[in-house]
């Protein structure tokens, strides 16, 4: 009997972040983010869902699973009651939510990724020359973003 392992959320998040990162045309270099839930075990070995996310800094064609920073939802949804948040405070909020110390800074995005309920991918596009009035429209709104369940 062949044993048959199943990709880890977190692989499958580099394989879809590689691909997307792969065509410049939806994606420029260091542009988008992408990230993925996951129901894992803690350091104690407890259940905790994680939300994985691309750190700052990587290129979606080239990123790895050292790449992502997983963050403990538990910690990361009260924010979602918060009023207002510098962007310093919440860095350093979601400092004290890492799932594994030393794992790079993550997105700025990062709350969008963890108050929605899915997978998310949003890339940034090259900027083109504007040829039409649809274009013109569609220029103010540089990024793409796509809701996988």
Not at 107 to 114: A, M, N, R, V
Request: hydrophobic residues 35%.
């Amino acid at each position: 009997m062949t044993n048959i392992s199943m990709p880890t959320t977190l692989a499958q998040l580099v394989e879809r972040s590689r691909k997307l990162g792969a065509d410049r045309s939806v994606c420029n270099w260091g542009g988008g983010n992408t990230s993925a839930k996951a129901e894992e075990f803690d350091f104690r070995g407890r259940p905790a869902r994680i939300l994985w996310v691309k750190g700052s800094g990587s290129d979606l064609a080239t990123v790895t699973e050292a790449s992502f920073t997983g963050l403990y939802l538990e910690d990361v949804l009260p924010l979602l009651e918060r009023e207002r948040m510098s962007d310093t405070e919440m860095v350093d909020y979601l400092a004290h939510c890492f799932s594994e110390p030393g794992r790079p800074r993550p997105s700025i995005e990062t709350l969008l990724h963890g108050f929605r309920r899915s997978h998310i991918s949003i890339t940034r596009m090259p900027m083109r020359r504007i040829t039409s009035p649809v274009q013109s429209v569609a220029r103010h709104w540089r990024g793409t973003a796509s809701v996988m369940t």
